[in-house]
């Protein structure tokens, strides 16, 4: 049983490795690659397997998720600016203020990620329409 | 006969195969073959763990939209709406999710 659940394990790693980044193995294999990489909301590797899984709809998916939390970063950013107009110490607001400079990073990075989908996205309807 | 009865190669036989069908169905009902080598194979098993896994990130996506907005359906689906105007699958299926829960919520 030990061994067949390393030769399981061992077949899974090498798939999910250079034979996955290869765009060698069906669709619903991506598919799912994608997805498990989006429960972890880690959407470089989300992005890295969509172009194989053939479907706009995770496209359209991950592009939501990317909204959905800039969103959230600009309402956080938005109370940060508000904080900050309140009087408070040098000390407190120097945070507040890195707090917004890693904020806008991560909003960039995220509408880069947004446009690589989106690219995807179109890329893929076009070829269903097609 | 009294010899067959007790065959030890057939009880071996019996054992490996009864040994492999319970790590098969172990494997199969687990993560394991489901998430790798089943669904490489194309096998329906693994599309349908497929399909579990889509409607289960649409579900989590909605209910990320509807994160703050105290549950309320038409708050969320103008939110959706907002956020979808390019994405029009996506756009159309929350939205029958969010009337979904709509008609529930009137029921």
């Known amino acids: 049983m030990l061994g067949l659940g390393l030769l399981v394990r ?9 034979v996955a980044d290869a765009g060698v193995l069906p669709a619903s294999y991506y598919r799912h690659l994608v997805l498990a990489a989006l429960e972890e909301e880690d959407f470089p590797e989300a992005l890295r397997f969509l172009k194989w899984a053939n479907d706009p709809l995770l496209a359209q998916i991950i592009v939501f998720r990317l909204r959905l939390l800039a969103a959230h ?5 938005e109370a940060v600016r508000d904080l900050l107009r309140s009087g408070l110490a040098p000390a407190r607001r120097e945070q507040y203020r890195i707090f917004l400079a890693e904020g806008e990073r991560a909003l960039k990075l995220l509408r880069e990620y947004e446009a690589r989908a989106l690219g995807l996205a179109a890329a893929e309807s076009g070829k269903s329409a097609g | ?33 489901t998430t790798g080598l089943l669904e490489l ?9 497929l399909d579990r896994r889509l409607t289960s990130s649409l579900t989590d996506s ?21 956020l ?3 994405l029009p699958e996506l756009r159309e299926i929350l939205g ?5 829960g709509i008609s529930a919520q009137k029921a």
């Open chain 1, 10 to 18: 061992l077949g899974r790693q090498v798939l999910a490795g250079p």
């Open chain 1, 73 to 77: 970063h600009r309402r956080q950013q």
């Open chain 2, 1 to 33: 006969m009294a010899k067959k009865d007790l065959s030890l190669n057939g009880a071996l036989v019996g054992g490996m195969a009864g040994w492999v069908a319970e790590v098969a169905i172990q494997e199969v009902t687990g993560h394991h073959i």
């Open chain 2, 41 to 49: 194979l194309g096998a329906a098993a693994g599309l349908w763990r």
């Open chain 2, 62 to 82: 909605l209910e990320r939209a509807g994160r703050g907005q105290d549950q309320d359906y038409r708050e969320i689906k103008s939110r959706i709406e907002e």
């Open chain 2, 84 to 86: 979808t105007q390019d």
């Open chain 2, 96 to 100: 029958n999710m969010v009337d979904a």
